[in-house]
């Protein structure tokens, strides 16, 4: 087994010879990628269920298990990702700006790949393909940590990736799996400054946090995700209580999912009843605070609730007096994810819009369509919720740098 | 004396009203500044001798002195830096995409402030207002954490700013400073998550590296410069001469001067004792390779040498068989700042461009040009070495972040 070190300088090192592979030799990898992933889907299934029989051993639970599991069907869908990253412009040697300076210097500013991008995640092995797939796309050589629960399957899909890459004269070090899933092997590769260009974590609260504390290296931190949707005095009702069910309720377990209501006191009274009705086919337990109690059964809100991304079928609502206390609310608790108003009201929406501080704000639409796919960026490496580099879904343009290059004849400064 | 907390909650307050302010607005608040600064300079000088006197006593060298010191001249150089700031394009606001999809929502990607910008920097009370011009003008909030050797003097330019702000009906604490100059203040800083939208170290490679290790908040690295320049087998030998002598002595101190030359060694014999000629007037401390020192006279190159930024009148030369080991030199030794090339080949240009991973590379001129000004960018906040974010000088753009506005009708998924 190699060191995080010796995987680190092997990836950087390939990384130079990715970042010079021209558009049709790295679509040419995807789609084998693609097709190697099909044609070894018995050992990736096989090897994905020496993990399965381990997490069942240690009693991990049912949707974990799933998470986990490796069928055909999901086989299938990360090479078609893969097929799908290749029909993607590639962003790479794009020239972003070109000027001539008086003394007669040419400055051009170009898009070049980042490097080497560490991914640590958790226990989808499906993140194994697709995070290496985009960075494969964008130029980047790749090395991957994922958890202790899916090893074998990573390992497994890994070896496949790397494969193609040999057999395509392709420096397979441009994908690297750190096996080790000790706790120490990611404290290494958070510190391994000047190999790793930048590092994404993909998972839960907990691992994000973890990362953006102890990392030395760059850091884009992703996912954390506590929403709010106010229903604004001009609200159209029906649309609030439709949107609301639907940010709701359509997956709560995401990090677009709406976790609180924010409801002005004009519409309360008839807006939460409607609501109730809406929710409860999907069971959501309410937690409200005085006020929403006073008007519809509802177990009662603490300071936590505010705080707390449930990922799960439970929503906490405030009654606010104004579309300034809503804002203020959101400023002290949101996570810089996605926020939505539900209003019919311009001025009210403009202030919302200019006011609020997030990845994405909406008027009037469901906080779910925070998606790469539904950005219309055609594939997602997570979702963004600092303001530096990227922010939101983050396609291959957001996996690039850029670097100046200068041409003259001779001129000094 | 605030505390570093209660600053920051303060700035990042003030933040979400500079974030709202219209270009006419900021750009008065910029001259106005400079009107003060001029009109107050007698304060100012008289504040800057009271950091001179502690400096003195201190026994401080009198470069550092220099570096200190605020003269009518200096002040008079920022009230004209900041005019210079109100004339340029504001980026806030600016659409970047606008897309509608198929299900008929509507995606705005608009450029916004970062939120609040912390500085840590060291002596030259300059950078207390050239910063926070620049973070005004891109809408942001500045904490400013300068050294303590500037205190008097920060203190007093602080002031008039937060007068002028004042004046302006807007919140002061849009520029705040940090007038605790201990280690502590600064670790307090680098913690200040949710609060710091970004930490940008300004001085020498011990400060930005404490930084970067330390930091919790995101950090964008800067200035360190360890640039090279290749003299290739086809170069023109009297540009090479030029524009090495240019990139050595014009000024040795700054970041964007070059500390090794890397010589091919087909042409070493011929260019050596010119080069040395040219740099003697400059009294350039040599310390060269083996191959080197049977050309021409100096002193030996050991490893260290490869790896110092000398930041003085002294030049580390190697002698390599060919390109590729200038390259590979290079991506061992490079701080991803500036690095060029002489040659009047373009294959040879070609593949120096393409292979070297730095900010900028040069083509047949001096590495003096990476510079924001000297760039176009109208003002510089830094020269970042990393490649997330912002790469090479940063102007008013790089200050920035983006939002989605999303707009529908009722849209759920």
Same mark, same amino acid.
Request: net charge negative; with cysteine; charged share 25%.
């Given at each position: ?48 269920? +020496?993990?399965?029989?381990? =997490?069942?051993?240690? #009693? @991990? ?5 799933? *998470?986990?599991? !490796?069928? $055909? ?71 991957? +940590?994922?958890?202790?629960? =899916?090893?074998?399957? #990573? @390992? ?5 990736? *790397?494969?193609? !890459?040999? $057999? ?246």
């Amino acid at each position: 087994m190699n060191s995080v070190f010796e995987l680190c300088t092997a990836a950087k090192s390939a990384s130079y010879e990715i970042a010079l592979l021209d558009t049709e030799k790295k679509n040419k990898i995807l789609c084998d990628i693609a097709d190697a992933i099909i044609s070894k889907k018995d050992m990736l299934i096989c090897e994905n269920e +020496r993990d399965i029989a381990i =997490a069942k051993e240690n #009693n @991990m639970r049912e949707s974990l298990i799933d *998470r986990l599991t !490796l069928t $055909e069907a999901r086989i299938e869908a990360m090479a078609e990702g893969a097929r799908q990253v290749a029909t993607l412009p590639d962003p790479i040697g794009t020239t972003l700006s070109d000027i001539t300076r008086p003394n007669g210097i040419n400055i051009k500013k170009v898009c070049v790949p980042l490097g080497v991008i560490g991914i640590i995640f958790e226990s989808r092995p499906n993140v194994t393909l697709d995070a290496a797939v985009l960075c494969l796309k964008s130029g980047n050589a790749t090395v991957l +940590r994922g958890g202790k629960e =899916a090893i074998y399957s #990573n @390992m497994a899909i890994t070896a496949v990736m *790397r494969e193609v !890459l040999a $057999e395509n004269n392709v420096s397979p070090d441009a994908i690297c799996l750190i096996e080790d899933t000790t706790r120490n092997s990611a404290s290494e590769l958070m510190n391994m400054k000047g190999l790793i260009d930048v590092l994404i974590p993909r998972g839960g609260a907990g691992l994000i946090r973890a990362v953006v504390e102890n990392a030395k290296v760059p850091v884009i931190e992703t996912g954390a995700g506590n929403c709010h949707l106010y229903v604004d005095k001009h609200a159209n009702l029906e649309m609030a209580v439709n949107v609301l069910t639907n940010a709701k309720c359509s997956r709560p377990s995401v990090c677009n999912a709406v976790e609180t209501a924010l409801v002005h006191a004009d519409v309360a009274e008839s807006f939460l009843p409607k609501l109730k009705e809406a929710l409860s086919p999907y069971n959501v337990e309410i937690r409200g605070d005085a006020e929403c109690a006073r008007i519809i059964p509802c177990s009662p809100a603490t300071d936590d609730d505010w705080e707390t991304e449930y990922n799960d079928f439970i929503l906490a609502i405030k009654i606010v007096k104004d579309i300034k206390e809503a804002i203020a609310h959101i400023a002290r608790y949101n996570t810089m994810h996605s926020e939505a108003i539900i209003t019919d009201d311009t001025a009210s929406a403009e202030l919302f819009t200019k006011s609020v501080d997030a990845a994405a704000v909406y008027v009037n639409a469901s906080t779910r369509f925070t998606d790469g796919f539904e950005f219309g960026l055609g594939a997602e490496i997570g979702i963004s919720t600092q303001k530096m580099h990227a922010r939101g879904p983050m396609g291959l343009e957001e996996l690039t740098s850029i670097k100046y290059l200068i041409h003259g004849n001779g001129q000094i400064r």
